[in-house]
Structures are given as structure tokens and as C-alpha cells.
């Protein structure tokens, strides 16, 4: 029996490659099921080798219907492939799959899609903003989103090699949840200060940035506590902007 030691450094640097391409094949009926197949084939080959059947059938299980987030599918493949070494009768494997593809799912989509994606985008926007070249702004976001997107690849394929089974007690420990509030606070925070250096007039005072990066540094740290005070104040100031300016 092959053990989850004897998948070495070869096979798993090519199931990360591999896990670049997860979304290659994806399609209605399967969505990424042939690609979570393509990722574990090095495994597989190396768990049945000398025996094409028992291969043949493996990559058949696999490539059924999963899905779950690109980035967050290498856990999954790790902890398959661990299970498979092992050789967790098919039926466990399945149901293992089953279980964690949608949380999968939910965390990646949470963190990556609504999070840190518009974060990273509004940093490179706010340079620009701020004057500097668009290459500037360009390779900042660049390298911001993909600081989490590759991190997310090469720890979930080694994490899911390492725990199998109990990913999911690794994963509740994983602060995603606090990862993706402190990007949606920074997102926050970026936006106010994009908006803020595309309504500036060319000229402004540095006391007057000064002013408003304390106020937004407040707004963050204060939160809800100080939200319905400030859109009342907003709104206020807006009416009375209205109001002199017709005067």
C-alpha cells in the first residue's frame, strides 16, 4: 500500500502546477470535476502504478461533478489524494468530497471575490489617483492579489495532504473570516480615499489630505458606532452646500 509519505516532492510540485489549470475544462455538467481529476492524476498514477485499471477507475470517480472555489480546490485535492494513498474505500472518498466542496466554495468566494479582489483593485486605482504611473497601479494590484492567491494555492494542497480527514478542523481554525473583514475595512478605507483624490481640486492644502485621512483612520477604527452620526452629518452638509450655493 502506497502511503501519503511516498507521494514526494515531485508529485506534488506537479499537482500544483496542475492546480493552475483547475478551471480549464470547466463545464455545466461537471463543472470542475475534470479538473480536480487532472490535479490528483499524479497521485493517482503514483498510488496504482502497475495497475491500469484500478487507475482507469480512480480518475473516472473524479472526474464527476465538484465544485468549489479555483484557489481553494488544492485542500481538497491534497486531502484526496492523502485518502486515496491511504486507501480510503471509495465510498468515504466521495462523501468527503461532498462535505467539503461547498465550504470550500463559500470561504474562497467570501475572501477572494468580494474581499480581497476589490481591495486589491481600489489600492492600484488610489495610486494612480495619487499621480503615479499606471504601471504603478498595475503591478501593485497585481502583486497584492496574487500574494493571497498563490499562498492559498501551496498551503491548501500541502495542509491537505497533511491532516486528510480532519481538513475541516484545520479550516474552522484558519481566521479566514477575520481575513476577509480586514480586507473589506481596507477596501473601505481605499474607496473613500479614491473618491476623495478624484473630486480634489489640483492645489489642495496638506492639511486639508491630513484632515481627511484622520477622519477616514476614525471612521474604521470607530465603525458602526459612528456610522448613522457621519451619514447624518453627510447629508447635512450636503443640504447646506445645495442651500449656499444657490444663495
Known sequence: MAEVTE??????????LRSFAVQ?????QTLI??????????????????????????LGRHTELFNSHPY??????????????????PETVARFKAAVRGSLGTLGDRLVWLMWRP????????????GAAWWVGALAFLLVFNALHLWMRAWGLRTGLRDGLRIGGTLRGVPFQR???????????????????AAAPKGSHAWEWA?????????????????????????????????????
Open 33 to 58: 470535476g475534470t479538473g480536480l481529476a487532472f490535479i490528483l492524476s499524479p497521485a493517482l498514477r503514483r498510488v496504482h502504478a502497475g495497475d491500469d485499471e484500478a487507475l482507469r477507475r480512480a
Open 119 to 130: 481591495m486589491s483593485v481600489l489600492l492600484g486605482v488610489s495610486l494612480v489617483l495619487a
Open 7 to 16: 507521494l514526494g516532492a515531485g508529485v506534488r510540485r506537479r499537482m500544483l
Open 24 to 28: 480549464g475544462s470547466w463545464n455545466y
Open 211 to 247: 484632515a481627511g485621512a484622520a477622519a477616514a483612520v476614525l471612521g474604521v477604527a470607530l465603525g458602526r458606532r459612528v456610522r448613522a452620526a457621519a451619514a447624518v452629518a453627510m447629508v447635512v452638509a450636503l443640504i447646506a452646500g445645495l442651500v449656499l450655493a444657490r444663495t
Open 72 to 89: 481553494l480546490a488544492a485542500v481538497a485535492a491534497g486531502a484526496i489524494a492523502r485518502l486515496e494513498a491511504e486507501r480510503v474505500p
Open 179 to 197: 481575513m476577509g473583514d480586514r480586507a473589506a475595512q481596507a477596501g473601505a478605507l481605499l474607496a473613500g480615499l479614491a473618491a476623495a483624490l
